[in-house]
């Protein structure tokens, strides 16, 4: 079983749609990372949180350290949000463990 | 803004050879680190540093070594290619301060090993 596990890996959705994207993980971590890999491979980080919830523009990302449980939500979603997400976990001394990612494609 | 090089994009290698990726920094962060990205499997650290001249080995290392010699630069290399090692691979750097732990990424070299 893997440490960090995203749901789901695969989600498409019309423009507009509420979107979220669900990280769990078994280990104990100092914090959590949510960033966006766009087609040709870059990444970005879009947030690191510790607890409760951080908002920027149309995205929201929430932690519950007791469940073991992010999520990122996006609102409003746009064709040019679609990209990979990915959830890390720093387990301390910024060694992130990564989830396989969730493949988004948002349609026009 | 934090910029993060990585030397190629692309590379195309022949099995046995010895191959260098070479990221450099320029925000002086104290850590970076070497990644391999396959389908399936997601990112999967190979190296790190948090200072000139340290190396840590991360989950994946066999087959690889790493060099620092300056803050800014950090070398990943192969030193006798095989085709197992046919993969995307990303550099980041952090600062040490927890407030810069936000990874900052290279836009990432193509390996292919023929």
């Known amino acids: 079983k893997n440490e960090v596990e995203q749901s789901p890996q695969n989600l498409t959705a019309q423009e507009g749609e509420f979107i979220t994207i669900n990280c769990s993980y078994s280990v104990g971590i100092s914090a959590l990372h949510w960033l966006q890999q766009h087609p040709g491979g870059g990444i970005v980080s879009l947030f690191m949180l510790s607890s409760g919830k951080k908002k920027h523009g149309r995205l929201i990302a929430t932690i519950n350290i007791q469940e073991k449980h992010s999520s990122l939500h996006i609102t409003a979603s746009h064709p040019r949000d679609s990209a990979v997400y990915i959830c890390a976990v720093d387990q301390g001394a910024q060694k992130l463990v990564f989830g396989q990612g969730t493949r988004l494609t948002i349609n026009p | 803004d934090v910029k993060v090089t990585q030397s190629s994009r692309y590379l195309v290698k022949r099995t046995g050879e010895k191959v260098f990726l070479e990221c450099v920094q320029d925000?002086?962060?104290?850590?970076m680190f070497w990644y391999r990205q396959d389908p399936g499997l997601g990112l999967r650290l190979i190296y790190f540093s948090y200072d000139v001249k340290m190396k840590e080995k991360g989950d994946i290392p066999e087959g690889y070594s790493v060099s620092r010699e300056k803050k800014e630069r950090f070398s990943l290399i192969l030193e006798s290619a095989s085709t197992n090692q046919t993969s995307m691979y990303l550099c980041?750097?952090?600062?040490?301060?927890?407030?810069?732990?936000?990874?900052?990424f290279g836009a990432g070299t193509r390996l292919s090993v023929l």
């Open positions: 980041a750097s952090t600062g040490r301060e927890p407030a810069k732990n936000i990874q900052y």
């Open positions: 925000m002086d962060h104290e850590n």
